[in-house]
């Protein structure tokens, strides 16, 4: 996660300060080094799935309102998926 921040500041000229998790990466350490490194927004979060049959996480029973998240809630917390929710349910 260093090493990616750093090369895209190194090739683009930008800070990143928002994350997904690949492959069900997100954790407890995870969000501390994002809060280390200056990240502000992670999108791992996937309401609707449910991925433990791949050794993922569960997401069925996660909101898709943005929550605070990390060290101290330093994290802003923005649910991505592809499932339907809401009224198209």
């Known amino acids: 996660m260093r ?3 750093s090369t895209i500041e190194e090739n683009l000229g930008v800070r990143p ?3 997904k998790a690949g492959c069900y990466g997100l954790s407890r350490d ?3 080094i994002m809060v280390e490194q200056g990240y502000e927004v992670d999108c791992s979060t996937a309401p609707g799935f449910d991925f433990r049959s791949d050794g993922g996480p569960n997401f069925l029973d996660s909101c898709i309102d943005c929550f605070w998240c990390g060290p101290e809630e ?5 649910p991505t998926t592809g499932a ?6």
């Open 17 to 19: 300060v928002v994350f």
């Open 3 to 5: 090493t990616l921040r």
């Open 74 to 78: 330093k994290i802003l917390g923005i």
């Open 84 to 89: 339907l929710t809401g009224l198209w349910q």
């Open 30 to 32: 995870i969000l501390e």
